[in-house]
């Protein structure tokens, strides 16, 4: 009986350790989401910076499977209007109902469901981001860079399909429904 119990507890602690999870919380700090906003038939457009409230990996057998980042929407800023006045409008006209509707929704979040690793060491990322309480699946390519414990990304994402809904009242619809994302998180 004695070794049956030795033998039990032994299998236990290995396979424990065999499948052991890892939460990897992020610099919150030193990690960045840049977000672009385009016209879709002229040059131009908005962009800036969004920051990150919390956020974890979760790392199993030496490899990223998961994870978990929530976005502040009140941090949000712009970088290339000059003139205070017209960031400050552009970003109180971003925070209102039509587009991210930020004093109901406070926060967007970004889980990852799985990952597919390359030869290169790119990754694929499939994740469920939600944005305004609606959560679509999407998937994007990162390059980790393991001796920094870093990881960048881009993607755009189809702004109308998270309720993102502002028409403008120029022929053609002025502003491209795509917004673009540049990430950069630092553990």
Known sequence: MKKVILCILATTLMGSNLFSQEKLAINTKKSTIKWIGEL???????????????????????????????????????????????????????????????????????????????????MRIFANLTIKGITNPIKFYAKPNYQEESLSARFKIDRKIWGVNYQSKFKNSFISDAIGFEVFIKL
Do not use: C
């Open 40 to 122: 879709t038939f002229n040059f131009g457009g908005h962009d800036g910076y969004i920051n990150f409230k919390e956020g974890h990996f979760i790392k199993e057998n030496k490899v990223i499977t998961g994870g978990e980042f929530i976005i502040d929407m009140n941090s949000m800023t712009n970088t290339d209007i000059k003139e205070q006045r017209g960031k400050d409008g552009l970003i109180k006209h971003l925070k209102e109902p039509d587009f991210f509707d930020v004093e109901k929704y406070p926060t967007a979040k970004l889980s990852i469901t799985s990952v597919e690793y390359f030869e290169d060491k790119t």
